[in-house]
């Protein structure tokens, strides 16, 4: 029972401490672009400066995971997010915007990320790490669309009957009650891992330096060539932010329907990551990421020029649901590839800071990307080339686990160096 519930707890809090950054913006981009007025590439920027501060807290983040209580670390990571919530509700301009995106990539990644990952790695066991992943990337599938179901009833419930002829003082008020639902489940949340999670003081070798894993892992191409992976992936799962989007000018649907949409599309997340943890334990993590990265392929491209009249459509609709299931599959599974690459213990958040850091720089670039795509072709045509963009980046995944296969083929690069081995006896003495 206790691991259960820990489980849940590390589920919960994994997708609630996103839940202010990320899905205000992925579920109701439409509503939120018009209730700040920004344009695409205005907020892409915003995400632009969310990525630089969290690229910079990963590799510390790392250090700290392998040091200190998770505890201690996602309570107050949950608290600090939950609390720029309310900056949020205020609507702020670019510049306000900026700093709290800033801000937020700070709270969500530095004492956050890499504790969450190496309390998951550590409850899955050496067996089970497709299991572990799976269940904490499927269950914040579960966690998200609850949520998100959840918001847009209070959206929908806020705006007038007519919601494609509403002001935008309606939708400020609105969409100002979403903000709020997601900043107070993040502090309510940080009240569940405060009582639900162990308190241990020390998790690695406090006789070390804190940057001590750091040295050992930039040596590693096999840490390298995950984190090339994690980019790939990233940057598909960045492509379902513009679905809503897409939904509204493409195929007509009103702002709450397009976010109804995505929501919906979260409900696929569970199933997807929990399907290819277990596949992943039986087959290998890495083929079942590249057999991910194939779908994606085809669902992009078809997504590229398919148009939405008669039969286009439903190719549309079905290939919506297809890269929906891919995307969770890959994030489901690429930290598995801690276990398969035969990553030591004692250097989990050093290697999940490291893949993190180099893995989530898409939170960089991706958003300006491709609002800069979509705003260059308004319509139709932006969102066409947008799939073509996200098309070579599925043909580079399949790449990168070709060049990952090889590299662990070779036993060079998967044993780790002796010097590691040595640390490990001095951190169990």
């Given at each position: 029972?206790?691991?259960?519930?820990?489980?849940?707890?590390?589920?919960?809090?994994?997708?609630?401490?996103?839940?202010?950054?990320?899905?205000?913006?992925?579920?109701?981009?439409?509503?939120l672009?018009?209730?700040?007025?920004?344009?695409?590439?205005?907020?892409?920027?915003?995400?632009?400066?969310?990525?630089?501060?969290?690229?910079?807290?990963?590799?510390?983040?790392?250090?700290?995971?392998?040091?200190?209580?998770?505890?201690?670390?996602?309570?107050?990571?949950?608290?600090?997010?939950?609390?720029?919530?309310?900056?949020?509700?205020?609507?702020?301009?670019?510049m306000?915007?900026?700093?709290?995106?800033?801000?937020?990539?700070?709270?969500?990644?530095?004492?956050?990320?890499?504790?969450?990952?190496?309390?998951?790695?550590?409850?899955?066991?050496?067996?089970s790490?497709?299991?572990a992943?799976?269940?904490?990337?499927?269950?914040?599938?579960?966690?998200?669309?609850?949520?998100a179901?959840?918001?847009?009833?209070?959206?929908?419930?806020?705006?007038?009957?007519?919601?494609?002829?509403?002001?935008?003082?309606?939708?400020?008020?609105?969409?100002?009650?979403?903000?709020?639902?997601?900043?107070?489940?993040?502090?309510?949340?940080?009240?569940?891992?405060?009582?639900?999670?162990?308190?241990?003081?020390?998790?690695?070798?406090?006789?070390?330096?804190?940057?001590?894993?750091?040295?050992?892992?930039v040596?590693?191409?096999?840490?390298?060539?995950?984190?090339?992976?994690?980019?790939?992936?990233?940057c598909?799962?960045?492509?379902?932010?513009?679905?809503?989007l897409?939904?509204?000018?493409?195929?007509?649907?009103?702002?709450?329907?397009?976010?109804?949409?995505?929501?919906?599309?979260?409900?696929?997340?569970?199933?997807?990551?929990?399907?290819?943890?277990?596949?992943?334990?039986?087959?290998?993590?890495?083929?079942?990421?590249?057999?991910?990265?194939?779908?994606?392929?085809?669902?992009?491209?078809?997504?590229?020029?398919a148009?939405?009249?008669?039969?286009?459509?439903?190719?549309?609709?079905?290939?919506?649901?297809?890269?929906?299931?891919?995307?969770?599959?890959?994030r489901?599974?690429?930290?598995?590839?801690?276990?398969?690459?035969?990553?030591?213990?004692?250097?989990?958040?050093?290697?999940?800071?490291?893949?993190?850091?180099?893995?989530?720089?898409?939170?960089?670039?991706?958003?300006?990307?491709?609002?800069?795509?979509?705003?260059?072709?308004?319509?139709?045509?932006?969102?066409?080339?947008?799939?073509?963009?996200?098309?070579?980046?599925?043909v580079?995944?399949i790449?990168?686990?070709?060049?990952?296969?090889?590299?662990?083929?070779?036993?060079?690069?998967?044993?780790?160096?002796?010097?590691?081995?040595?640390?490990?006896?001095?951190?169990?003495?």
């Amino acid at each position: 029972m206790y691991r259960i519930m820990l489980m849940a707890t590390l589920v919960f809090a994994g997708e609630i401490i996103f839940g202010l950054p990320f899905h205000t913006a992925r579920f109701f981009r439409p509503t939120l672009l018009e209730a700040f007025e920004f344009t695409n590439t205005q907020l892409g920027d915003v995400f632009a400066v969310y990525g630089v501060t969290a690229m910079i807290a990963y590799f510390p983040g790392g250090m700290l995971a392998d040091r200190f209580s998770a505890r201690a670390l996602l309570t107050t990571s949950l608290v600090a997010t939950g609390a720029g919530g309310f900056y949020m509700a205020t609507y702020p301009g670019t510049m306000g915007m900026a700093l709290l995106y800033g801000y937020w990539g700070v709270t969500t990644i530095l004492l956050f990320w890499a504790a969450l990952i190496r309390a998951t790695r550590e409850w899955g066991g050496v067996t089970s790490q497709g299991r572990a992943f799976g269940i904490l990337e499927g269950g914040r599938g579960v966690a998200a669309a609850l949520f998100a179901t959840m918001a847009v009833a209070v959206l929908a419930g806020i705006l007038p009957e007519n919601a494609n002829v509403i002001s935008n003082e309606e939708r400020r008020v609105a969409f100002r009650a979403v903000i709020l639902l997601y900043s107070f489940a993040a502090i309510a949340t940080a009240l569940l891992t405060w009582f639900l999670i162990p308190a241990v003081k020390h998790v690695g070798d406090s006789s070390q330096s804190l940057f001590h894993g750091a040295a050992v892992v930039v040596t590693r191409p096999l840490v390298w060539a995950q984190a090339a992976v994690i980019i790939c992936a990233y940057c598909c799962y960045k492509g379902l932010d513009n679905y809503s989007l897409y939904a509204v000018q493409v195929l007509g649907m009103n702002e709450v329907e397009g976010a109804q949409l995505s929501a919906y599309g979260a409900y696929v997340r569970p199933f997807a990551a929990v399907a290819a943890g277990l596949l992943a334990d039986r087959w290998s993590a890495s083929k079942t990421i590249g057999s991910s990265f194939i779908v994606l392929l085809f669902a992009y491209a078809m997504l590229s020029f398919a148009l939405p009249d008669g039969p286009g459509l439903a190719v549309i609709y079905a290939n919506i649901f297809v890269s929906f299931f891919a995307v969770f599959a890959l994030r489901g599974v690429y930290f598995a590839l801690l276990e398969e690459n035969r990553t030591p213990a004692y250097f989990t958040g050093a290697v999940t800071g490291m893949v993190s850091f180099v893995g989530y720089t898409p939170e960089i670039f991706f958003a300006p990307i491709t609002g800069r795509i979509l705003d260059a072709s308004p319509g139709i045509v932006g969102h066409q080339n947008y799939f073509l963009f996200l098309t070579a980046v599925a043909v580079i995944g399949i790449l990168v686990v070709a060049g990952l296969l090889r590299l662990q083929r070779s036993n060079s690069h998967v044993s780790w160096p002796n010097d590691a081995a040595r640390d490990m006896k001095s951190v169990t003495k």
